[in-house]
């Protein structure tokens, strides 16, 4: 069974950025961002952590969700960007795989709060849940009936999907898939990661010496994948390749990275012998980064140890928040337009190495030397996921 | 792939034995009938619960402190695929073992205990436990956990398309040399609010829209968590064997006439007439769904089902004529879903 490359022929985003793939690299160039308070919802806190909003994205109608509405929006600039025209394809051979937290739960506070109060609602929320899967809902706007599934693997969703998506293309399920990532921000995982003390009252410091935690975010990202001979022969904008991919749960604890970083260490060795690349073949490492305590001592240590003291690492959170199961789609997608323009942006909000990491991550636009690259996700459950790519 | 060891947690019992033994009976014990009061009136439904009966002998009572029921049904079902295997997993095995888990609504009860929390003591007042449980991936947590495995990992959700997912998924990574075995899990728990959404959104089929499967069986709401560990086909001898996994825009009635039997997951909704009607009135289906109720994952318990059929040379559920099944018959497994789609598992043991 094939372990090659598949190529990215489009790619869509939707996030605190702004919206659309290039002018969400210009602004991570740029270095400007503006975390707030949440506007989309109100929350009761002893401490509110800063949320990135995407307040740019516009409703869609139908899409029943605003985490679907930022997929379908994602997913027509990735289209068009691939020049792609679905017609022409046979729908049961193009596949949907979108990784989400919130976009496959039925965690509608309004209807339960009804619920709960024993107020008899109207089944009006089950019924838009039932229709909500967000690969699914994705897959029936555009008239596709080939695999659709959405990932539910926290944090590392995104990542995941794009890794599985690359298997069904390689396993011959499809010819092309859209692939990526979407969630809304919402209460529940905003009152959630505040109950784990794992939110920053200030805007994220990545790997900073200082860091307090992470701000919350929202957003989409849709890559178009196929096979190298599907875009090869419709002449397709080949924009990047996801040449390797590995994941690994750590099994150690439900919510906290193992300290050695067993798992992180198992998936990214797993993606690059997919690749059949080196550590010392990855120009720059675009780093999970949420800014937690925990998690960014495991990944910079792990980072350091596989890939030395000269690893350019960088984390886009500082730009975005944590977009949860949008953020490794939207990671991916920036890892790939950074290569292809030969430049990364700094880590916001970094500027201080912390010692018990030993790796500084970039304080400004940095220059990359080399083709491939890694995006790195880790997430709750202990799942460590890791993609290399590689610019066109 | 091969059908290495099969755990289940159902409403029949734990166990793929007792699971066995229950598919032996006329039908399954409903557990509990409930009337669920909605604003168009009462509506009756039968639940299936499932126990997490004989966890003890897998894990320590410290060590499940903070898993919730359904936590529990997959670290058991998990653990008894692989003692059905006859499997020890080392170290070097673990790593070498993939989980890919598929659920249809994913914890519920979880999701619904932190927004218990928020609503009777305000937003201070969160868990983190109830926050951390309630993901999709929770399961795979507490199952690596409580294994120690260490592969690759995938929860997948598309409703009743969700086992066909990780069924591809495990195939992946073992025909590309990923991982040596997958514990391949499939299951769904039910709650207050998804009972009452059934009972309330049946008032109103409304034409055109995504809804539950239309018949009696969505008033049958199962409950559990089967688990098959699977490995690479090497071709051993007298081994239980998956063969295709596909997915279908036609009805797949060819599969009726090809294999001995079939497992029919069908609705009563579409088309012209029932689908599910239809369907067994050919002859050869069986169904699990007087045993187990309905649930986004059922497709997963008749694999476990069919398997377990050519393992004993018997079919259970058994059929109108004879149950035996001879060496060379062949199971088929269908789900239709509401999307359009036809969702074919064949087995198979040589």
Not at chain 1, 109 to 119: A, W
Not at chain 1, 371 to 384: K, V
Not at chain 2, 45 to 54: N, P, R, V, W, Y
Not at chain 2, 203 to 214: F, N
Request: proline fraction near 6%; hydrophobic fraction near 40%.
């Amino acid at each position: 069974m094939s372990q090659g490359p598949v190529m990215v022929t489009g790619m869509g985003c939707v996030s605190a950025l702004g919206l659309g793939a290039a002018l969400s690299h210009q602004r991570l160039l740029e270095g400007g961002r503006a975390p707030g308070l949440p506007t989309l919802f109100r929350a009761d806190c002893k401490e509110y952590g800063l949320v990135f909003e995407a307040l740019a994205a516009p409703p869609v109608l139908g899409a029943g969700s605003r985490t679907n509405a930022m997929a379908f929006l994602a997913a027509d600039e990735a289209l068009a960007a691939a020049r792609l025209e679905l017609p022409s394809l046979d729908p049961a051979r193009v596949g949907v795989c979108l990784g989400t937290t919130v976009g496959c739960s039925l965690n509608d506070e309004v209807f339960y709060r009804y619920f709960h109060g024993q107020e008899m609602p109207g089944p009006e929320a089950f019924v838009r849940y039932l229709s909500g899967n967000p690969a699914q809902a994705l897959a029936r706007r555009l008239g596709l009936r080939g695999p659709a599934v959405s990932v539910g693997n926290a944090c590392a969703s995104g990542t995941d999907a794009l890794g599985l998506a690359r298997r069904w293309l390689l396993d011959g399920l499809c010819d092309a898939v859209l692939a990526g990532g979407c969630d809304e921000l919402c209460r529940t995982p905003y009152l959630g990661f505040t109950s784990l003390l794992n939110t920053s009252p200030e805007p994220c410091r990545p790997f900073d010496r200082a860091r307090r935690g992470l701000n919350l975010g929202e957003g989409a990202a849709v890559l178009i994948l196929e096979s190298a001979a599907a875009a090869q022969a419709r002449k397709a904008p080949v924009q990047g390749r996801i040449s390797g991919y590995g994941s690994a749960v750590d099994a150690h604890h439900a919510t906290a990275p193992h300290p050695e970083g067993r798992g992180l260490k198992a998936a990214t060795a797993r993606a690059l012998g997919e690749a059949g690349l080196k550590p010392a073949d990855i120009a720059f490492i675009n780093a999970h980064g949420t800014a937690t305590p925990a998690n960014d001592q495991v990944e910079g240590r792990s980072m350091l140890e596989i890939f030395g003291p000269g690893a350019v690492l960088v984390s886009t959170k500082g730009a975005t928040g944590h977009a949860l199961g949008a953020a490794g789609a939207l990671e991916a997608a920036f890892t790939l337009m950074a290569l292809n323009d030969g430049q990364v942006g700094p880590t916001l909000g970094f500027e201080e190495m912390d010692p018990a990491i030993g790796l500084a991550a970039t304080r400004a636009k940095t220059p990359v030397k080399g083709s491939a690259a890694i995006s790195n996700s880790l997430a709750f459950g202990g799942q460590n996921s890791v993609l290399v790519l590689q610019r066109a | 792939m091969e059908i290495l060891g099969i755990g289940i947690v159902s409403p029949l019992g734990n166990g793929a034995e007792a699971f066995w033994q229950g598919l032996g009976r006329e039908h399954g014990p409903a557990t509990a009938e409930r009337s669920v009061a909605t604003s168009q009136g009462p509506r009756a439904l039968t639940l299936f619960e499932s126990s997490d009966a004989g966890l003890e002998r897998f894990a320590s009572r410290a060590s499940l402190r903070r898993m919730d029921s359904f936590g529990k049904w997959a670290l058991l079902a998990a653990s008894l695929a692989l003692e059905d295997a006859g499997l020890a997993l080392g170290d070097a095995e673990k790593r070498r073992t993939g989980l890919a888990l598929a659920t249809g609504y994913g914890c519920q009860n979880a999701t619904y205990a932190f927004l218990d929390e928020v609503i009777d003591h305000g937003d201070k007042c969160a868990s983190p436990t109830h926050f951390a449980n309630s993901v999709h991936n929770a399961l795979a947590s507490q199952i690596s956990l409580g294994l120690g495995i260490q592969g690759p990992c995938q929860t997948l959700s598309a409703f009743e398309q969700s086992p066909m997912h990780a069924l591809w998924c495990a195939r992946g990574w073992l025909e590309s040399g990923t991982v040596d075995r997958v514990l391949a899990g499939f299951g769904d728990e039910s709650c207050g609010l998804l009972e009452y959404a059934i009972a309330a959104t049946a008032q109103r089929p409304a034409e055109g829209q995504r809804v539950l499967p239309w018949n009696e069986g969505s008033f049958k709401v199962g409950t559990g968590y089967a688990a098959l560990l699977l490995g690479p086909d090497g071709g051993r001898p007298g081994a239980l064997r998956l063969g295709c996994l596909e997915q279908l825009s036609a009805p797949p009635e060819q599969a009726f006439a090809r294999h001995r039997a079939v497992f029919v997951q069908a609705h009563g909704q579409r088309g012209p007439g029932s689908l599910h009607e239809s369907w067994m009135a050919l002859g050869n289906a069986v169904e699990t769904r007087p045993f187990l109720g309905a649930m986004p994952t059922s497709q997963g318990f008749d694999i476990a089902a069919a398997a377990l059929s050519l393992r004993h040379g018997q079919l259970r559920p058994a059929p109108k004529g004879s149950a035996l099944l001879k060496p060379g018959d062949s199971l088929a497994c269908v789900q239709a879903d509401t999307d359009g789609g036809y969702h074919v598992a064949c087995l198979h043991k040589d």
